[in-house]
């Protein structure tokens, strides 16, 4: 079943861009959705199929053809949350490794929106179906902090802010090598890599600006720990950055080493050989509150497998 849904630009609309005004509009749809939609010629402005670039006119008419919204394939889930705080417009999670933000890639348990709709069901739509509340993202198997939008208009006031790169994000890693600068920043363009499509590289032919500040927080035996102040919000961009000059993180396994160095030394050594996900931990994260204006800076310790790491490295220098 198709439902035909119609709705007319403001003022306020006047020169937005077609795809951006329906993912404002459309709840239960994705941006990629949405664009899919426009694709396919469902989307009409004034009586003739328009593009997702158009740019609107005060009072243009425009028509959709919306495909039924199917329910999602994954169900509430008690997974145990690590809240770090909740009011009616946000919740700030400290997420845990081996937990997906949002279903995806054939999993559709254990992840972060399953434990979220089991704990509530006030999550923004505008992520959609299969990403209810999701404003951005952590790794897999990245730590810390996240934030989370109870309804669309905190959703947008959070986007916008990311969109704009002001949120305060700071992360911590533990890296191979000793980084010879105590701080700098990394400016490579990155995007799909050319060759393996899975990954994210310099080595692409779609390339986007991508800016990462660094600074050594102490220096190991081959190793060094570094906090990460990321500019912008590419798709696995600090482990990509990292990996580029030569200090990938420790236990990535897309971009880092694959195996502990022989020359380690034995307790150094065994510890890390135990380490099976990338040690990058989002440490703190600021934003401006969408109803109070404030601003709120939440912190998250270090996970255990990598404070355990760190205070073995100190020990054996």
Partial sequence: MEEKKSMQASVEDKGQRLDVFLSLRLTGFTRSAIKGLIEEGRACVNGAVAKAGYKLKTADAIEVLVPETKEPAFAPESVPLDILFEDDDVIVVNKPADMPTHPGAGRTSGTLVNALLHHTRELSTLGGNDRPGIVHRLDKDTTGVLVVAKNDRSHLF???????????????????????????????????????RKKISPRTKKSRSALTHYKVLKRFNQLSLVELKPRTGRT??????????????????????????????????????????????????????????????????????????????????
């Fill in 158 to 196: 959070l986007s916008a802010q990311f969109k704009a790169h002001t949120t305060g994000r700071r992360y911590i890693a533990l890296v191979w090598g000793a980084v010879n600068d105590n701080e700098g920043t990394i400016d490579i363009a990155i995007g799909r890599d050319e060759v393996h």
């Fill in 236 to 317: 696995h961009q600090l482990r990509v950055h990292l990996a580029s000059i030569n200090h990938p993180v420790v236990g990535d396994q897309v971009y880092g080493r694959k195996k502990v160095p022989s020359t380690l030394p034995g307790p150094a050594g065994d510890c890390l050989k135990k380490i099976k996900r990338q040690l990058l931990h989002a440490a703190t994260l600021a934003f401006v509150h969408p109803t109070t204006g404030v601003v709120m800076e939440f912190e998250a310790p270090l996970p255990p497998d990598m404070n355990e790491a760190v205070k073995v490295m100190e020990r054996c220098g």
